[in-house]
């Protein structure tokens, strides 16, 4: 009964530290988000893992009436061009200010790394694409929440206009405020994740993103990306730096 | 009947925990208390709480807990109405460098959640199969009287209360309790913890129903927290009153 017992333990033992090493490996290849030995991110890691191996793919977030409509604070970057932002850069900073003094006609957002057919899109010509409104929540990690109606064309139509190449794996973003992020696959496609440029009916304002930003339905409200200049296909991921957020002690996947 | 209860009046009664149950015990006890601590971190980014589906600082809140320097900061510019009829909806800047530790809070939050979740479902099962959750946890129809319900609440509050070697039989407020932090409270938890997820809630809109949005479910949360912090509270005082070393070595050594 003992021995059966010591085999069992020693069994399990050997089966927890197989997992974990397994997780820590996957943490250093490049197709998932690296730990960087911490155990916080392989919390998250197995968070993200779980959600992915779980749930379904591809379920609707909660879509509201118009009335259901509530007031939403603008945080973070609220305008770009303001030196006194915590993530301003100089270079971008004036470049968003001259593109908002012209009503953004002259902005573009690139599209690189693995597409069939890299290039950029004007505001008009992604408005060209056929759009999709959604009523939806914004949760913020910081625990509000607000409701607005977003207007924009998917993700999944644009990358599907320039060729994703069968490898990639990870979407990643590039803002005014020099802020980057990035998706996977799983939620770039997703119906509802959208480059939203209207808001409630009217242009996307200044402080919520201006002239485009990403909405993620199925994350926090941090990976809704706003004042998008930039996306790049990556067939690995890519921390980004000091300017991603991972480096900065944030968790990569935020479904939760 | 009562031969098949035992009372556990008798001073020095208890026969100790099983192996699992300890391990079960001091896993779960350190993942609540991570919970509690990284909760109330996440809290202070934000200690504002509502009912319904959406809340923020620009809608009236529920209550308002002064535990950060957030609470009531004030620090936005003017508000701009989405739409054009009185009493739309707004929005404002934010100008306020808030209190947040929540890059870390939430992701040791969801890592202690995870402990609890694995651990608290292996507790249950193998509480079920090894007849631990009905012989030891479940209050039982005999002693389920208004009259030994009535007993046990009159000695607790005259804090009569025996030493004991720690481990089952419990009394029926004891069984009571612990049945409804490991049957009730810990599940809810759980449950609106995981309402409050953009991921979860678009796979489960039920859920969503269920609490009354996901702002609610944050409230609900944060009672649960409140009811288990007073229970952690009366468990360790309890414990305490009824031999801290014996109980300690008990809940750590088996006898």
């Known amino acids: 009964m003992e021995t059966k017992k010591v085999l069992t333990t020693r069994r399990a033992l050997i089966a927890g530290l197989a997992s974990t090493g397994g997780l820590m490996l996957a943490g250093c290849s490049k197709e998932l988000p690296p730990t960087y030995g911490n155990v916080l991110r392989m919390g998250d890691l197995l968070t993200y893992k779980a959600h992915r191996l779980l749930l379904p793919a591809h379920t609707l977030a909660k879509e509201y009436d118009r009335h259901d409509i509530s007031s939403m604070p603008a945080i973070g970057t609220t305008n770009p061009a303001d030196s006194q932002q915590p993530f301003f850069n100089a270079d971008l900073g004036a470049a968003y200010e001259r593109l908002r003094v012209g009503d953004f006609a002259e902005w573009r957002l690139s599209i690189e790394g693995r597409v069939a057919r890299p290039g950029t899109y004007t505001l008009t010509e992604l408005k060209r694409f056929a759009s999709r409104t959604q009523i939806t929540k914004h949760t913020c990690e910081e625990g509000w929440s607000s409701i607005a109606e977003w207007t924009g064309v998917p993700l999944r139509t644009v990358l599907d206009a320039a060729g994703i190449l069968p490898q990639a794996r990870f979407v990643n973003f590039y803002a005014f405020d020099d802020i980057a992020d990035g998706i996977d696959m799983f939620d770039a496609l997703h119906p509802q994740t959208i480059l939203a440029y209207g808001m409630n009916g009217r242009n996307l304002p200044v402080s919520h993103g201006a002239p485009v930003r990403l909405r993620v339905e199925t994350q926090l409200g941090y990976k809704s990306v706003k004042y998008l200049h930039r996306i790049v296909v990556k067939d690995e991921f890519d921390d980004m730096g000091k300017n991603g957020l991972l480096q900065n002690g944030w968790s990569w996947y935020a479904g939760i | ?255």
């Open chain 2, 1 to 255: 009947m009562s031969s098949a209860i035992p009372d556990p009046l008798t001073a020095d009664s208890g026969s100790g925990h099983t192996r699992w149950v300890r391990i079960s015990h001091w896993i779960v006890a350190t993942s609540v208390l991570t919970l509690a601590l990284t909760g109330f971190v996440i809290l202070m980014a934000h200690p504002r709480l509502y009912w319904g589906a959406v809340g923020n600082d620009l809608t009236p809140a529920l209550f308002e807990l002064p535990i950060s320097r957030n609470h009531k900061h004030g620090g936005w510019e003017r508000s701009v109405a989405f739409f054009p009829d009185a009493g739309s909806p707004v929005t404002a800047s934010r100008t306020y460098d808030i209190f947040n530790e929540n890059s870390w809070g939430r992701s040791l939050h969801f890592l202690a959640a995870w402990f609890l979740v694995a651990t608290g479902a292996f507790y249950v099962l193998a509480g079920i199969f090894s007849g631990h959750v009905r012989r030891d946890l479940l209050p039982r129809g005999p002693e389920l009287t208004l009259q030994r319900l009535r007993q046990d609440l009159t000695r607790h509050a005259r804090f009569k209360i025996q030493p004991t070697k720690g481990g089952p039989p419990y009394g029926v407020l004891q069984k009571c309790t612990y049945f409804g932090v490991v049957f009730l409270a810990l599940p809810l938890m759980a449950l609106t913890g995981m309402t409050m997820s953009p991921a979860i809630t678009a796979a489960y809109p039920f859920l969503l129903t269920v609490f009354g949005g996901s702002q609610s479910a944050r409230t609900i949360h944060f009672g649960l927290f409140v009811a288990l912090i007073l229970f952690l509270i009366v468990h360790v005082f309890m414990v305490m009153m009824s031999g801290f070393k014996r109980q300690l070595r008990a809940m750590t050594l088996g006898r």
